[in-house]
């Protein structure tokens, strides 16, 4: 099966810096790639993703790159804000033929320091 | 917010009974996806359910089963609880329509066993 793998655990950046989060994966036939913010005591909230037909998605501040050859694919938020704060997941899709299967990263917290 | 939510919001079980979370998906959603999510961990992938069927499932005992009813509201069953059952349980909604879509996390619900 897929194996998400996501790092930094905890990130700390000073406000107005840029923040990276990366991630990699194991299963090519992986083709959907969602980033979360997910806030203390509260759901998952979708920011950006990216398909695997795209190598790069940019939303504001925040954009997504994907590389399948290498099957990383990084988070990068600039411009830095406290209320960034929080912690961020990615994930996966794949499709075998049992049917579609999503796996998350194990998330990083971030902390924007004012 | 989205449109998903699930009852109850929380919830103290004792091992081996069974439980039953409920799940109210987005409008017009017809694709539901259950997730558990142990504290400070990324969710984990339990199934999910496409008009009525089972579309893909996760690592999960057959303990753990699922409805989804012509409304497109859902339920997740786990019978004989075990402690390293508690945690937050997310159910998430998609409008799937030949590709994937993002989803709409509920607001989870916390199910305690003792």
């Known amino acids: 099966g897929e194996n998400v793998e996501q790092h930094p655990s905890t990130l700390s950046v000073q406000e107005g810096d840029s923040a990276v989060i990366k991630c990699t994966y194991s299963?090519?036939?992986?083709?959907?790639f969602p980033w979360y913010k997910q806030e203390l005591g509260k759901r998952p909230q979708l920011i950006i993703d990216i398909r695997s037909n795209v190598g790069e998605k940019k939303d504001q501040r925040i954009a997504v790159t994907l590389n399948k050859t290498a099957k990383h694919f990084s988070l990068h938020i600039t411009e830095t804000q406290p209320e960034d704060s929080a912690v961020y997941f990615c994930a996966a899709e794949t499709r075998p033929n049992t049917g579609n299967q999503f796996y998350f990263g194990t998330g990083t917290s971030l902390t924007v320091i004012p | 917010e989205t449109g998903v939510t699930q009852s109850p919001t929380h919830l103290i079980k004792t091992r081996g009974q069974q439980v039953t979370l409920r799940c109210s998906s987005q409008s017009g959603h017809n694709t539901v996806s259950w997730y558990q999510q142990a504290l400070g961990q990324g969710p984990q992938f339990i199934f999910q359910?496409?008009?009525?069927?089972?579309?893909g499932r996760g690592n999960f005992p057959p303990r753990f089963s699922g409805l989804q009813f012509p409304n497109y509201s859902s339920e997740l069953n786990v019978n004989a609880l075990e402690l390293d059952d508690s945690a937050l349980y997310l159910c998430?909604?998609?409008?799937?329509?030949?590709?994937?879509?993002?989803?709409?996390f509920g607001p989870g619900t916390r199910l305690t066993v003792t």
């Open positions: 299963d090519s036939a992986s083709n959907y």
């Open positions: 359910y496409y008009r009525e069927e089972e579309n």
């Open positions: 998430a909604s998609t409008l799937r329509n030949g590709a994937t879509y993002e989803q709409y």
